[in-house]
């Protein structure tokens, strides 16, 4: 979840479901995801519909954004972990310290990934923007990989695992994700 676009959500939430296997349920009318999953896969709302009750043990990940209303307190209710992708520049981080913030209402279970910064630098920019929050963190690197998994429909480990050079080239982000993935497993136990 974030508020504004553009920082990251719908491909990482990409990520996540290709590699755990997980469906989707996104607010997005336009949403790039129909290009990769069926219709069994990908929940549309539509402007005013709400989240539909899901059966107990339901994998499912939220790709939502603009402001909270019903349908997304609901989601952020029943969701183990919101993450909230995070972006450099001044705007992308007073919108998504405000998601934060709103987020907060609702939920604890708060995960902040820095998104696609390309230097240490920039990370440690986007890193001290959110210091007032003890939320625990964890970035993803900018990576060709992201824009492929939408072109291959596969996910970022399958790009990985190709052939040598994609293997050199995708390890990181992989090994990133899989860091993410590691604390929310351990987390919801």
């Keep these: 979840m974030n508020f504004k676009g553009g920082n990251g959500k719908t491909s990482l939430a990409l990520a996540l479901a290709l590699h755990?296997?997980?469906?989707?349920i996104t607010n997005d009318l336009l949403s790039p995801l129909e290009q990769v999953f069926n219709e069994d896969q990908l929940?549309?709302?539509e402007h005013k519909?709400?989240?539909?009750?899901?059966?107990?043990g339901c994998n499912v990940i939220f790709d939502f954004g603009g402001h909270i209303d019903k349908r997304v307190i609901k989601a952020l209710k029943i969701s183990q972990f919101v993450i909230i992708p995070v972006m450099s520049g001044s705007l992308n981080r007073e919108v998504s310290i405000e998601t934060i913030i709103?987020?907060?209402r609702f939920t604890k279970d708060i995960v902040l990934c820095p998104m696609s910064?390309?230097?240490s630098g920039e990370l440690k920019e986007i890193i001290?923007?959110?210091a007032d929050f003890s939320y625990p963190i964890f970035p993803i690197k900018h990576s060709k990989a992201v824009p492929k998994i939408f072109d291959e429909q596969c996910s970022l480990h399958s790009l990985r695992d190709a052939n040598g050079l994609s293997r050199y080239h995708y390890t990181p982000?992989?090994?990133?994700i899989d860091a993410?993935?590691?604390y929310l497993r351990e987390e919801s136990k």
């Design 173 to 176: 982000i992989c090994d990133q």
């Design 117 to 119: 910064y390309r230097t």
């Design 102 to 104: 709103e987020i907060s």
């Design 43 to 45: 929940i549309k709302l």
């Design 128 to 130: 001290e923007g959110l």
């Design 49 to 56: 519909e709400q989240v539909p009750d899901l059966p107990d």
């Design 20 to 24: 755990l296997g997980f469906d989707v």
């Design 180 to 182: 993410l993935i590691h």
